[in-house]
């Protein structure tokens, strides 16, 4: 499999059906497995097998979309977890607990910073945000004696900063911490993050590698890469004993391929059980079958999009870094040559009250607070998801009145540029 082109993967990676079995993924749609002797069943409570017994731990279909999305990344093992949220949750807290330290990218989507921010706070994991602009020595300085993940968005949703991959990974690992890269927006498809140093790679599936705006879930693909044996000290629960499983070494049992997702889904999944539906899982499994033949049309289609709205008078700002008067373009262009997705943002003259009259002349995009999927849609945070805001506070957090985010469907671009421009001249 691994010298197969991505798109091959895409199609066929995770499960190769034997003689006369389903040809497409069957939907397990099964609470629990049955066992011939209570033995059996013991050997797989003990770890010493491995089987299915509960779908809230372990469920086939998900498996089988897991592990196409682990070949798609490049990784040695993932899993499917609920949402997205869900995946960064347990991505962090798989090697954090009470009293640990996490150094974040600070251009991140809202819904992790809070989680980071605030929910993990209370569970006593500090945080120092960085900017994703940050030198060598402005990342070092962030580090703490009990840091134990470095988090980061590849393009972060909707500030549309690319982060400086090798550069967090070396900081990470100069601090003998895993970088978690966060690569929901460009996908495998556009941006491989283990290739340039990350240890961890989640996703929120809900957006493009879903695609058509049907399930929502998650993953989480580890590299293998990183020794926690070599950092036994600061990783407790990977390398020492669980009690909970007669004293399992989960990095001795299961070595560096195996003990990061065994014990999420051992622990966290038990204990927490956001499990991905096995329904979701079919359902992300057809978005992943063409996610190589749609990354491209969104791409083409943001980047027309963000050409378009940049030639405009009643246009201040566009962000786009496949635009080349954009500052990530540089960078863009090292970690995502084929360009990276088909969000894009700008800044309307005139601030909140464009943009309403905007919002409300547009025919073809649809107002949601969703990204990323086959029909385009658009947001002004100012009048939605930050409406708490003052116009004063909203420019200090980089998010201006009248900034407009528009996720670029697989619609014919020439639709999508005339519905844009029909609008646009109603607000002159
Ligand atoms: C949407 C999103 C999430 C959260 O995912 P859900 O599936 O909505 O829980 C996390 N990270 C990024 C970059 C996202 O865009």
């Given at each position: 499999m691994n010298n197969q082109g991505l798109g091959t993967k895409c199609v066929q990676a995770g499960y190769t059906p034997g003689n006369g079995e389903p040809r497409q993924i069957p939907i397990i749609q099964s609470t629990t497995f049955k066992y011939d002797t209570s033995e059996?069943?013991?050997?797989?409570?003990?770890?010493?097998?491995?089987?299915?017994?509960?779908?809230?731990?372990?469920?086939?279909?998900?498996?089988?979309?897991?592990?196409?999305?682990?070949a798609l990344e490049g990784g040695c093992a993932a899993m499917l977890t609920s949402s997205g949220q869900a995946a960064n949750f347990f991505a962090l807290f798989n090697i954090c607990e009470c009293g640990s330290h996490i150094v974040a990218s600070s251009s991140i989507y809202g819904g992790t910073f809070n989680l980071i921010a605030v929910t993990m706070a209370k569970m006593g994991i500090e945080v120092t945000f960085v900017s994703p602009d940050s030198t060598d020595e402005e990342l070092d300085a962030a580090f703490k004696d009990n840091t134990r993940a470095v988090f980061g968005e590849t393009i972060a949703n909707p500030a549309l900063t690319v982060l400086d991959i090798?550069?967090?990974?070396?900081?990470?690992?100069?601090?003998?911490?895993?970088?978690?890269?966060?690569?929901?927006?460009?996908?495998?498809?556009?941006?491989?993050?283990?290739e340039w140093g990350a240890d961890i790679v989640t996703h929120s599936t809900t957006k493009y590698m879903d695609g058509h705006g049907a399930a929502v879930g998650g993953a989480?693909?580890?590299?293998?890469?990183?020794?926690?044996?070599?950092?036994?000290?600061?990783?407790?629960?990977?390398?020492?004993?669980?009690?909970?499983?007669?004293?399992?070494?989960?990095?001795?049992?299961?070595?560096?391929?195996?003990?990061?997702?065994?014990?999420?889904?051992?622990?966290?999944?038990?204990?927490?059980?956001?499990?991905?539906?096995p329904q979701n899982a079919f359902l992300l499994n057809l978005g992943l079958e063409s996610l190589h033949v749609r990354m491209p049309k969104h791409v083409e289609n943001g980047l027309a999009v963000a050409k378009f709205l940049q030639s405009q008078p009643q246009v201040v700002k566009?962000?786009?870094?496949?635009?080349?008067?954009?500052?990530?373009?540089?960078?863009?262009?090292?970690?995502?040559?084929?360009?990276?997705?088909?969000?894009?943002?700008?800044?309307?003259?005139?601030?909140?009250?464009?943009?309403?009259?905007?919002?409300?002349?547009?025919?073809?995009?649809?107002?949601?607070?969703?990204?990323?999927?086959?029909?385009?849609?658009?947001?002004?945070?100012?009048?939605?998801?930050?409406?708490?805001?003052?116009?004063?506070?909203?420019?200090?957090?980089?998010?201006?009145?009248?900034?407009i985010r528009i996720s670029c469907g697989l619609e014919d671009k020439e639709d999508l540029i005339a519905d844009l421009a029909n609008t646009l001249a109603t607000i002159q």
């Open positions: 059996d069943m013991g050997k797989l409570f003990d770890l010493e097998a491995s089987g299915y017994f509960y779908t809230r731990l372990q469920n086939p279909t998900n498996d089988h979309v897991a592990a196409k999305i682990a090798e550069k967090f990974a070396n900081a990470a690992h100069r601090h003998g911490v895993p970088l978690i890269v966060d690569n929901t927006f460009p996908t495998p498809v556009n941006c491989r993050p283990i989480i693909v580890d590299s293998g890469n990183f020794d926690w044996m070599a950092h036994a000290d600061k990783f407790p629960g990977l390398t020492q004993p669980d009690d909970s499983y007669h004293g399992i070494i989960y990095a001795e049992k299961f070595g560096k391929e195996g003990a990061f997702i065994t014990k999420c889904t051992s622990q966290l999944m038990r204990d927490f059980g956001c499990i991905q539906s566009v962000n786009y870094p496949g635009l080349e008067t954009d500052p990530y373009h540089e960078i863009a262009k090292k970690y995502m040559p084929n360009g990276g997705c088909g969000v894009v943002s700008f800044e309307l003259k005139g601030g909140r009250k464009a943009a309403e009259s905007f919002m409300k002349e547009l025919k073809l995009a649809a107002i949601e607070t969703h990204v990323a999927d086959a029909r385009t849609c658009c947001l002004n945070p100012a009048t939605s998801t930050h409406r708490q805001m003052t116009d004063e506070q909203l420019e200090a957090a980089g998010i201006p009145a009248g900034l």
